[in-house]
């Protein structure tokens, strides 16, 4: 079985990871801290040793425990949570960020973005 996994490479995805932190511009924005997905894609090598690379449990362990409290932007926690990731598993990271109903002129769904592509 360890034969069969040596040199194994692909890709792993790890969808809505929820942290919780305070991020927006706007003062009312950081009152309370709150829920704020995060997507990774991570390509390597997924066994090694016959033992996976990357455990999902510790990429969240990792991202909350290291991530600051406070955000302004998308743009700097994704930056955060990308430096986190290549410091601790080797290999390719993509971080999409997704802050929902961001307060616009418009009514905005969500807002997203991505480093790593």
Known sequence: MVEKNR???GTLSL???AVTLRLGVFPFERVEPRKIKLDLKWT????AGGIA?????QVC????????????YLEELARDAMA???SRWSGNWIVSVHKD???TDL??????????E
């Open 53 to 57: 690379v990357v455990d999902y449990s």
């Open 15 to 17: 969808e809505g990871i």
């Open 84 to 86: 986190i990731l290549e």
């Open 101 to 103: 109903h961001p307060p």
């Open 7 to 9: 040199g194994l490479t």
């Open 107 to 116: 009514p905005m769904e969500r807002a997203t973005v991505t480093i790593g």
């Open 44 to 47: 390597g090598e997924i066994l």
């Open 61 to 72: 362990t990792a991202l909350q425990d290291r991530l600051e409290p406070e955000y302004l």
